[in-house]
């Protein structure tokens, strides 16, 4: 199981972005796939996540409006469309895998992609 998270970059206030996770060695189908940030001094926090079995996907109230996760099986991949960013929005963005749907453990994680909103 193995995943590479990207897309993220510097962007202005108001900006969006597209996060991608890439996964290898699995089947998107057969795990659930969560986005996790850490701004500075802070903690991690779920953003979203989509199910493996039935693709039901779950955004956290902070971002509901603004953030859409999807995933595209024929690319094996999941993303993260994040609009109308904002300085509190600047973190390190990681996806994760957890066998089955998002409400089993985290045990696979990619590398991270710094998302910067800053003029």
């Known amino acids: 199981v193995q995943l590479q998270a990207s897309g993220g970059g510097l962007v202005q206030p108001g900006g969006s972005l597209r996060l991608s996770c890439a996964a290898s060695?699995?089947?998107?189908?057969?795990?659930?796939i969560g986005w996790f940030r850490q701004g500075p001094g802070k903690q991690y926090k779920g953003v979203s996540c989509?199910?493996?079995?039935?693709?039901?996907?779950y955004v956290d109230d902070s971002v509901k409006a603004r953030f859409t996760i999807s995933r595209d099986g024929h690319e094996n991949t999941v993303y993260l469309r994040m609009h109308s960013l904002q300085p509190e929005d600047t973190a390190v963005y990681y996806c994760?895998?957890?066998?089955?749907?998002?409400?089993?453990?985290?045990?696979?994680w990619g590398q991270g992609t710094q998302v910067t909103v800053s003029s």
């Open positions: 994760a895998a957890a066998a089955g749907n998002c409400g089993a453990n985290f045990t696979s």
């Open positions: 060695g699995f089947s998107l189908d057969h795990y659930g």
């Open positions: 989509i199910n493996g079995s039935d693709g039901k996907t």
